[in-house]
């Protein structure tokens, strides 16, 4: 007998989404014509500036699936149907979907009666532009050499483990291994998709970690890191970062396998990574990856950076991207951040008003029962890269020549980092304290500076059992973050999630009430009891929250969207602590008769 997929009398077809959270996506969005001056993306975008809007979701069916949304009418403010569409097409119909072929053996469990749950296409793919296509591919324009293009990468998470298989393959008897992979789509054209490659890498592992786009000279590249190697989140080898080339997705070794960089860690995996172009240039400059592994019984962590150094040699920030080394085998690895807990979650990184280089990130597990259960202490940091810090020039009052020197790196710990727990801001008087006791003058800039002796901060996550497993935003020099609480059955699926809004050079609440709180927390000070001080975090209710993603549209402040595992969205109202919307700043009148 085969499965059924009856439920309450309807057929579902669609299988269960999980961890890929849905992408949509329709005109090139990079603005890089903005950012980069970059004329060949304006004709690009020109071209294509009123493409189909296509949604892109894995699906636990085996399946990456492409929905119609129809093109957007600006002026009707309305989605109408393409031409291209047959006349019996509705918006949200299905219009393609792709089967990873490592995935094909596994496809018969769908059908069995016994069935429980099999992850398959459980990654939530990224779509991004780039320069990687010859001339003549969905247009010309010669001018430009290589043509852009919109693309498609994904992983599959906890699908695709390893299975082999036995057949004739149309060559005769053999035997053939299917393991976890990477596919890359072009959906330039979203109807007619183009598989571009699928490989799998060497101790690879699951392809958990979703990937960064780098960009160096002419060159593109994809950065992504080894995964577990068991359904329970665990590792029996080193931790591994590849890069691979993103036309051809061949890895660029480093000599003893596919991967380019070892961290030398045992029982390690690596988290998500984030790319940064510190200064817009087109190239990018530096990537930061988390890793989790385990020893003495607990769960650590480290965070590691990719540099991209100059051609020369020479010191940091040359102003023609062609001094950057093409070459990723040349590219310096090295440990940042030694946290002492799991780091899965991708970091975000902002840059402050004196050219600090912050990376913000959290810690924490949820992959099995035992992490459930477990009551380990996690934390949330801001860190400021060495590298980028001007405190650590030579003579500098941080001192030891880190500062823009490829040469030499600084691992920090916790012990380098302010520890932000203790300090409130009074709601009445926008004062700060630590603890009950009036902090200095009290005054926040003073906080600041005080704040600016230290390599970052950190918060300690202060609920048992709390932690961090999303990336966090960053808008207005404030750091959005989730943390999530499972509930003590661990038979059961509940918990509750909180949202955090904390200044970004601080880790602390800021001189206004950023979550529109209305102050809930109460402290003794200046002599008074119960003063209403900032919230820095807020319940969210029951579930499990996504990550955050920020609309800031004409009104004041901006909404925060985070999505509950009950399947409620919630809209968050936040008032970020400085200014992010461009405005008018001053103007002058010409004299037209002189």
Known sequence: ?????????????????????????????????VIYSSESYLNYLRLFGNRETMVYVGANDGMLHAFTS??????????????????????GDEIWAYIPQTLLPHLKWLADPEYTHVYYVDERPRVFDAQILPDGTHYSDPASGKNWGTFLLCGLRMGGKHIWAEGDFGSGNEIRNFDPVYFLMDVTDPRNPRLMWERS???????????????????????????????????????????????????????????????????????????????????VDTVYIGETYAQGGSWNGNLYKI??????????????????????TKWKFSKVFAA??????????????????????????????????????????????????????????????????????????????????PFEVRAATARVYQGTQLFGTGSYQDFILYSRQFDGWKLTMQELG??????????????????YVPNDDVCGFGGESNFYGVYYETGAAYTKDILYSQSTRKLDVDGLKDELVFDRKISIGSGKASGISIHAGQQDGATANV??????????????????????????ELDREN
């Open 201 to 283: 890498y060497g101790k690879m592992g699951l392809s958990m970690s979703r990937p960064s786009i780098v960009k160096g000279k002419d060159s593109w590249f994809a950065v992504f890191g080894s995964g577990p190697m068991t359904y329970d989140g665990a590792s029996s080898q080193n931790g591994y970062v590849f890069v691979v080339d993103l036309v051809t997705g061949n890895p660029v070794s480093g000599g003893a396998g596919d991967w380019l960089f070892d961290t030398g860690q045992k029982n390690a995996f690596m988290g998500a990574s984030a790319a940064l172009d510190k200064n817009l240039n087109f190239c």
């Open 340 to 421: 002492g807990q799991p780091i899965t979650a991708a970091p975000s990184i902002s840059v402050d008003s004196v050219d600090n280089v912050w990376v913000y990130f959290g810690t924490g597990r949820f992959y099995s029962l035992l992490d459930k259960a477990s009551t380990a202490t996690e934390y949330f940091y801001g860190i400021k890269d060495p590298f980028y810090n001007p405190a650590h020039k030579s003579g500098g009052f941080l001192g030891g020549d880190y500062y823009q020197n490829y040469s030499k790196n600084l691992i920090l710990d916790a012990g380098d980092l302010l520890d932000s727990d």
């Open 466 to 483: 709390e932690r961090v497993l999303e990336k966090p935003s960053i808008i207005g020099g404030t750091v959005l973050f989730v943390s």
């Open 1 to 33: 007998g085969l499965r059924s997929r009856t439920l309450e009398g309807k057929v579902w077809r669609l299988g269960d989404i999980v961890h890929s959270t849905p992408v949509s996506v329709g005109q090139p969005v990079e603005n890089y014509h």
């Open 563 to 588: 999505q509950m595992s009950t399947g409620d969205v919630l809209q968050i109202d936040i008032d970020p602590a400085l200014s992010f919307k461009s405005r008018l700043i001053y103007w002058k």
């Open 307 to 328: 540099a991209i150094p100059a051609l020369n040699g020479g010191n940091f920030d040359p102003s023609d991207p062609s001094f950057y080394e093409s070459d990723p």
């Open 70 to 91: 129809w093109q957007y009418n600006s002026t009707s403010k309305q989605f109408s149907k393409p031409v291209s569409a047959p006349s019996s097409e509705r918006i």
